[in-house]
C-alpha cells in the first residue's frame, strides 16, 4: 500500500495501518521536533504522541493530504508552538478534569480564538523569515514547501549537498533562536 492509501485504512479505524504511518513517520518527526527547539527529548516526543493521538481522534473528519510527510511535520511544527506558547509543564500528570478537557470538542469561541492565535503565529514566523538573507529562504522554502531533498535543493541553487544543508541548518538555527530565546527569558522572569 501506498502512504495515500494506507491513511485511507487508518481513517476507516484500520490500527495496522495507523501503527504503519507511525512506523514511516516518527524517525522524521522527531529529527524535526528535535530541531525546532532546544528542550528534552521527552517534550518532542510527547508532542509527536500527541499529534497521532489527536489524529485517531478525529480520523475521520481528516481529508487525505496530498504529501503526508508535510502534513504530519506541520501538525507537529503546531503543536510545538501551542506547547510552549501555553507554557505547559511538559511532565505533569493529567488528573481526570484535565482527562475531559483534553477530548472535548472546543466551542466556536475557541475555534475562533485557535484561528486567531495560528493566524498571529504564522504571521510572527513569516516575519522572522523575512528577515533571513535571501539565499536562506530560498532554501527553507525549497526543503519544508517544496519537500525537496538536499541534493535537489542543491541543484536549484546551484551549490552542492552540503553547501544546501547548511543553508537550511543555518536558517533553521537563527529562527530556532529568534522563537525560542525571547520564551526562555520571559520565561525565566515569571
Known sequence: MNEQQLWVAF???DEEAYTQLYQLHIRAMYRYGMSLVA?????????VHDVFTELWAKRTRLTVPDNIRYYLLKALRNRI??????KERYNKSLDETDFDVLWAEPDELELLE????????????????????????????LRFV???????????LAVNQQSAKNLVFRAVEKLRDWIILPFLTFSIFF
Open 146 to 156: 517544496e519537500n525537496m531533498n538536499y541534493n535537489q535543493i542543491g541543484e536549484v
Open 81 to 86: 508552538l501551542h506547547q510552549l506558547e501555553r
Open 114 to 141: 485557535e484561528l486567531e492565535a495560528a493566524s498571529t503565529r504564522q504571521q510572527r514566523i513569516q516575519r522572522l523569515i523575512a528577515q533571513l538573507p535571501p539565499r536562506q529562504q530560498e532554501a527553507l522554502k
Open 39 to 47: 528542550a528534552s527529548e521527552a517534550f518532542v516526543l510527547d508532542c
Open 11 to 13: 481513517q476507516s479505524g
